[in-house]
């Protein structure tokens, strides 16, 4: 028998080595990499849905985008109007208040050209800018009255003075927009104003007027300076100068109201009055045949001042 019979049984395949101490095992695999979420304590489960929220709402505005694109709803709107439209919300009449100057027809013109005569579809925004347009109108409003008409309520501007600029006459308003050409021969009975730009000054000129009233009824016109100051012209003949700055003119024509109340100055044959010197008046007489010098109690005129020579 032989010895390895002898230990007790069949031949036998030699055994593993166990380890030997504190040997521990070794795995090979990778450990699994943690997201961005995960690694601030976001579970798994919630980051994929997290992750499914997000696909759904670019999914979401991609079809917003989509339907924005083709225009979808205005299309939806033109044609829920139009079946309105269709049902007798039709434009068939326009209703014009407060139209004195502006023309009615060219008003109905601007009223009728929509896009669509259906009430709903009527573009009452674009119809109020198409009014603006006109010199004549200040405010305009545009209304819908179902079934079928539309309301346009006009405010004109009022002509205050005729603006005089190269040899072209106009009308224009309390704040110089200019409202329509005027005819030499049809000229209506308001102040003149003369001069390049005079028409935008035309609001510093009513409240120069304001500092004397008693003298507004008898002022032709006046004339808008060097870019700088008035002159103003008297019905009776009579030359104003006033200075520069606004509330140097008021004090100046102030004082000569005063003066004109005291001791009337116009239509006593003075040619022109200065005041552009606000410690003395100086005036010129007319050089008309037949002139005389007028009478008056006016401050002694004095030496003229050198601009003064100058401009008479």
């Known amino acids: 028998m032989s010895a390895r019979a002898a230990r007790g049984g069949p031949a036998r395949g030699r055994a593993k080595p166990r380890p030997r101490g ?9 450990p699994k990499k943690q997201g961005l979420l995960e690694a601030f304590g976001i579970s798994s489960a919630w980051t994929r849905r997290l992750g499914n929220w997000a696909l759904a709402g670019m999914t979401a505005a991609v079809i917003v985008a989509a339907i924005l694109a083709f225009r979808l709803p205005q299309l939806a709107g033109i044609a ?12 068939r009449r326009v209703e014009i208040t407060g139209a004195q100057r502006v023309s009615r027809l060219a008003i109905y013109n601007v009223a009728f050209d929509q896009d669509s ?57 309390g704040e110089g927009v200019v ?91 003075f040619a022109r009055i200065d005041m552009r010197d606000p410690r003395r008046t100086y005036v010129r007489i007319s050089r008309e045949p037949g002139a005389i010098v007028p009478a008056t109690t006016a401050p002694d005129p004095g030496p003229p001042p050198q601009d003064l020579a100058r401009t008479i």
């Open 22 to 30: 504190n040997a521990r095992s070794v795995s090979t695999r990778r």
């Open 80 to 91: 829920l109007g139009e079946g309105v439209g269709g049902a007798g919300f039709t434009l």
């Open 117 to 173: 005569m259906a009430m709903p579809l009527v573009d009452l925004a674009a119809t109020r800018a198409r009014l603006m347009r006109f010199g004549w109108i200040r405010e305009a409003r545009v209304s819908r009255r179902l079934p079928d008409t539309l309301v346009i309520d006009i405010v004109e501007r009022q002509p205050v003075a005729i603006w005089q600029n190269n040899q072209q006459l106009s009308l224009i308003d």
């Open 179 to 269: 409202l329509e050409p005027v005819r030499i021969d049809h000229m209506p009975n308001l102040p003149l104003v003369i001069g390049p730009d005079a028409n935008r000054h035309i609001g510093g000129l009513g409240a120069l007027l304001q500092a004397a009233p008693r003298l507004r009824p008898q002022i032709a016109g006046a004339t808008w300076v060097g870019q700088r100051r008035w002159d103003i012209r008297f019905q009776s003949g009579e030359l104003l100068t006033l200075p520069e700055g606004q509330e140097e003119a008021q004090r100046a024509i102030s004082r000569f109201a005063l003066m004109d109340q005291q001791d009337p100055l116009l239509g006593r044959g």
